[in-house]
Structure formats: structure tokens, C-alpha cells
């Protein structure tokens, strides 16, 4: 890999961050943004086709979101199962805005792809005279289709082996780097990335990595509330690197609360412990204080209802009771079960003063997965040439207005698997594949030129206003107060006018006294989370029903004549947002010209 200091063809877009100019910079012909499942399955399958990789990583490579999933991955590996069964479930907790291609091509490639998986090295939970993997079940699954390792720490050890794998096939990499903004060729293509590493060494400061393909697999963007299951790194930077680079992102509004996360308090902040719906799929109860079963007669499966309903009969019944939190109850797993089946979960349980062996469990729904992102097609392509996404970054169409339950792993999986395909394949291949699905074609990713350099799009201003750091926990309370789990139009307009005054107030120091706050990941991380959460309610008021985990309290029925339909948003120029809805629940391909224009500030 060769090393350079500039490239005169590299172009930022007008609304980049502001950021010193690039320091150094590195080639390749793939450069990974994210280190979780799906971007270590990116970067071994290019790698493994000959390509030159860079992954670049928030923290270490192993401290994404992918480590801390405890239910494990969902697939039709068990008896009797079958990827149609699979495929009906995925489409009932979506509640009709699945793509149903995009589902199909999941639920069917999703086997073998666990199965390469398990070949690369990670291990799973396995009958000890057997060597079958073990599988559970969880809410919306009528079946144990779910493999885990370590009891309930599959991600952990999917991490483990991945990042194994990518230190052994020698794939450079870039850690404790956050990424800044896409960099393009002068003619609208991906042409890589720029990124700020934190600390000292040969890489350090701002730089770039020029390439030909840029994968986003920056996980989700969780942060944005004050409460939520996701690491601190989780801070929407991918959906907010494709919005100013002009990339489609859709159903936004669609965040799902996880209904059994554990109550610490009521001012509780940041990343709370996850108490998995594996623990549900093995028979714990939800109850209230008095001990009462309340999800029963609220849904067939009970306390294993898709996630979304789970999370509504929480906050219904913590409305009835006047109560802060309710109670998970598995006492009767036994202490044997709980040390050998649920380990992770236990320890954190006691870490915080609570035995679920001889006491229920606090829990209340925080938020945990974003259902949408960046708008791809099947093989992971953005509306942005030469720029994919993957993983919760992306929006694929599998997860509906509600994600099934392990369904995220998977999805990261197997559409990293297609992402590597379609880069490695070249032109003809990439080409032939979207001509068949009726979609854009492609021309490959373009190779950076051996004297490109990095430079300002001519013309553009300096960039919006750079937020302060403190403006991070402002922007979280507005959006849990606004746009949590309830929502209604009068909590979205309020939220939509306090993140509007965050603006407005640094926009208005930069005219008068022309500063903005320093350039540092603290003030880009706040920048990223107001440009996410003005999207996100930009279309939660603009979607005027209750589907999946969109829950508006003024607006309690689904309305499938006025809002089967997906809602694109894109960042104009000017920093204004357009949202637009789609015809139907399918995904238009990207050059479908767009119907039904609106424009928000």
C-alpha cells in the first residue's frame, strides 16, 4: 500500500463537516467504515478476492455493536424449519413494509451464510452428545431458529472470530478513527473517505483513505436518546455521511425499543444493560408489581410478540399502574440455568444490586435498533455511486417498520457476503446481477488515480456550524421527551423546533462573530446526532399512523390505503431535508424518478 499527501481530484462535499484539511493519506481499493459483522465480512470476502482493504474503526476493532448482541442469529437451521416459515415471520413483524425480495433473499442465503460463518471460526452452542446446534427461540419466532454461543454472548464470539480472521489474512486497518465524510471524484462517484484519528503514531489527526469502493458499516445510531442499549460509539455518523454526500435514507422513523432493558433509575443515561428476549424464549414472564401476567390475551405468543408489541404493552400497562418500570420474571430458570445459559446477563444483574434467581427483574423499554438507514438495493448499493452500505446502517427493505428479532446479524451477514461479490465481481458481473433485478446498472468501482489529491468542491462554503459538545445530551433529551416510544404530532413539533433553536443558535454565533465550536469528535459526533434526529422526526411527523414501532398517540390506527409506503429523505445543499413518499411498500429502483415532494427545513 502506498502512502500519498494529496490528490487534486477528491472532492468533499459543500455541507462537510468542518475539518482541518487532510494530513496524510493512504490507497486502497475497498475501505470499510465499521468493524462488526458485517463490515469484517466485507473485508475478508474483498480480501479474499485479491483486493486491497482498509477497515477503518470508531474504537478497537472488536467494540462495535456487534459484541454486545446476546440472542444470537437467526436461520433455518433446525428440524423441520424451512426459510418460507422464517420468511413469514420476518414479514408479520414488519407489518407490511418489508420488502419481500429483499426477505426471500435473507431467509434463503441466510443458512449457508451462518454456516461460512462457523467455518470461518466462530463456535456455537452445541448438544454435547450430538454436536447439532442448539437453538431458542424468541418474540415473533414460531420457531427456535435462533443459533447462540456462550449462552448469551453470541456476538461476543462472532466478533472474536472475525476479528481473528481479519488479523490473520493480514487486512490493514485504521482503529480509534472517526470517519468524517465521503470524498467523490468530481463526477458524483465515491472516491473514499476522510477520518480523524485519535492519538498518535504514524496515522493521526485528520487524513483520508482514497478508494474506489466505501463501505458503510458504522452500526446504529442509538445515542440520539438518552437511554438505549448501544455502545457511545453508536452516533448515527454513517446515516449522517450518506445524507451530506446525497445518498437516500428511508424509514428513519422505524427505532425499536427493546421492551427489557434494565431499569437503573429514572435518570439513568447512556448504554444501558440488554436483557435479551432469549431469556423470554425460555420461558421468563413479564409481570407487573402485583405479579399479574399482563401481555397474555394482548397477542397469540404472549410475552414473545414481536418486539414492538412487547414494548407497547410495557408502557401501556406502566400507564395504568403509574409505575416507572415492570417486572421480568425467571426465577424459576434455577441458579443452574441462569449460570449456564444466561452468564453475561446474570453478572450485569448483580453488578447493579439484582439476583434474578431470587427476585424479578426491573425492566423498560430503551431504546435499541435502527430499522431504517441508508437506502440500498440487494446488493447493498446506495443511490451514491461506488458507496454501499450494510448492516444497521443500512436499510435493505428486510426489517419493515419493525425488525424480527435476530434478524439483524443475518441481515449484516449476508448482505455484507453480496456487497464483497458485487465490488469483486468488476463491471460485467456487477451489471449483469441489477440488470436482473430491474435496478440501476454499475460500472465497478473505479481504482483512484496514482496523482489524486483532496480539495474542497469549488465554490462551496466552509460547511454548517459545528455544534458544541455539551449539545449532545440537549439534542437526547429532546429526542426521548419528543420522539420515544410515544409519539404524537404535538411531541414531534416541539422536538422539531428545539433541535431547529440547537441550529439556529450556532448558526447565528457564526454570523456574528464567525466561530463555531472547535473541530473534535465530540462537536462532530453532536453535529451527526442533530442531523439524524432531525430526519427522524421530520418523518415521524410526517407519518401520520401507528405501524410497527412508530407508535403515535394521535394517530393510534394503521393506515395501509394512505401509508403502506416507505419515506425518503435526502439533505439538500442548503442543509434543507426532503422528504418524499414512496408509490407502494416496494422500494422504487434508484433511478425511478421520485413522486410526491416535500421540503422541511
Not at 478497537?60 to 422464517?86: F, K, N, V
Not at 414501532?549 to 394517530?555: G, L, N, P, Q
Request: with cysteine.
Amino acid at each position: 500500500m502506498t502512502h500519498a499527501t494529496g490528490r487534486p481530484d477528491a472532492v468533499a462535499p459543500a455541507t462537510a463537516l468542518r475539518a482541518p484539511a487532510p494530513g496524510w493519506a493512504i490507497e486502497a481499493d475497498v475501505v470499510v467504515v465499521g468493524s462488526g459483522v458485517a463490515g469484517l465480512t466485507v473485508a475478508l470476502r474483498c480480501a479474499a478476492a485479491g483486493a486491497r482493504v482498509t477497515v477503518v474503526t470508531k474504537a478497537r476493532l472488536d467494540d462495535g455493536s456487534t459484541r454486545w448482541a446476546q440472542g444470537g442469529i437467526a436461520a433455518a437451521l433446525g428440524e423441520g424449519d424451512t426459510p418460507e416459515q422464517h420468511l413469514d415471520d420476518t414479514l408479520v413483524a414488519g407489518a407490511g413494509l418489508c420488502d419481500e425480495r429483499a426477505v426471500r433473499t435473507l431467509v434463503t442465503e441466510g443458512p449457508d451464510a451462518v454456516r461460512r460463518l462457523i467455518a470461518t471460526g466462530a463456535r456455537f452452542d452445541a448438544d454435547d452428545d450430538t454436536g447439532e446446534i442448539l437453538l431458542t427461540r424468541e418474540g415473533g419466532h414460531h420457531r427456535r431458529r435462533i443459533a447462540h454461543a456462550g449462552g448469551d454472548a453470541t456476538g461476543a464470539e462472532i466478533s472474536r472470530a472475525l476479528v481473528e480472521a481479519v488479523r490473520a489474512a493480514g487486512i490493514d486497518t485504521v482503529e480509534n478513527a472517526l470517519v468524517l465524510d465521503l470524498l467523490g471524484d468530481g463526477s458524483g462517484r465515491a472516491a473514499g473517505v476522510t477520518l480523524h484519528v485519535m492519538g498518535e503514531g504514524r496515522r493521526d489527526g485528520v487524513g483520508a483513505v482514497r478508494a474506489g469502493a466505501v463501505v458503510l458499516a458504522t452500526g446504529g445510531m442509538g445515542q440520539i436518546f438518552s437511554a438505549t442499549t448501544n455502545p457511545a460509539v453508536s452516533t448515527g455518523d454513517g446515516v449522517a455521511l450518506a445524507l451530506r454526500a446525497g445518498a437516500e435514507v428511508s424509514d428513519l422513523e422505524f427505532v425499536q425499543f427493546h421492551p427489557t432493558v434494565l431499569w437503573l433509575g429514572p435518570e439513568a443515561e447512556g448504554q444501558q444493560p440488554l436483557v435479551s428476549e432469549a431469556v423470554r424464549g425460555e420461558g421468563a414472564h413479564l409481570v407487573d408489581a402485583d405479579g399479574v401476567r399482563f401481555m397474555q390475551g394482548q397477542h397469540e405468543l404472549a410475552e414473545l410478540a414481536p418486539r414492538d408489541i412487547v414494548a407497547k404493552g410495557i408502557m401501556r400497562r406502566m400507564r395504568e399502574r403509574g409505575a416507572e418500570h415492570m417486572y421480568l420474571d425467571a426465577r424459576h430458570f434455577g441458579a443452574r440455568m441462569w449460570e449456564r445459559r444466561f452468564p453475561t446477563i446474570l453478572a450485569a444483574c448483580r453488578a447493579h444490586g439484582i439476583d434474578p434467581v431470587t427476585e424479578p427483574i426491573p425492566v423498560a423499554p430503551a431504546a435499541h435498533y435502527a430499522s431504517g438507514g441508508v437506502r440500498t438495493d440487494l446488493h447493498g448499493r446506495t443511490t451514491v455511486p461506488g458507496l454501499y452500505a450494510c448492516g444497521e446502517v443500512a436499510c435493505t427493505g428486510v426489517h419493515g417498520a419493525n425488525r424480527l428479532a435476530s434478524n439483524s446479524l443475518l441481515e449484516g451477514l449476508v448482505f455484507a457476503e453480496r456487497i464483497a461479490e458485487d465490488i469483486t465481481a468488476g463491471a460485467e458481473g456487477a451489471a449483469g446481477a441489477e440488470g436482473a433485478e430491474g435496478g440501476e446498472g454499475a460500472e465497478g468501482p473505479a481504482r483512484p488515480g496514482p496523482d489524486e489529491g483532496i480539495r474542497p468542491d469549488e465554490g462551496a462554503p466552509a460547511g454548517p456550524p459545528l455544534l458544541a459538545s455539551e449539545a449532545r445530551y440537549e439534542i437526547q433529551h429532546i429526542m426521548t421527551h419528543g420522539a420515544g416510544v410515544l409519539r404524537s404530532a404535538e411531541s414531534l413539533a416541539r422536538a422539531a423546533d428545539r433541535l431547529e433553536r440547537v441550529h439556529d443558535d450556532a448558526a447565528a454565533q457564526l454570523r456574528r462573530d464567525g466561530k463555531t465550536a472547535e473541530p473534535g469528535v465530540e462537536t462532530w459526533e453532536a453535529t451527526n446526532l442533530h442531523l439524524v434526529a432531525r430526519v427522524l422526526v421530520a418523518a415521524a411527523l410526517r407519518r401520520e399512523e401507528t405501524r410497527g414501532c412508530h407508535w403515535r398517540e394521535d394517530r393510534p390506527a394503521r393506515d395501509d390505503i394512505a401509508w403502506r409506503r416507505h419515506l425518503l429523505v435526502t439533505l439538500r445543499p442548503d442543509g434543507a431535508l426532503d422528504v418524499r413518499a414512496t408509490d407502494s411498500e416496494a422500494f422504487p429502483p434508484p433511478t425511478t424518478p421520485r413522486a410526491e415532494t416535500e421540503s422541511r427545513p
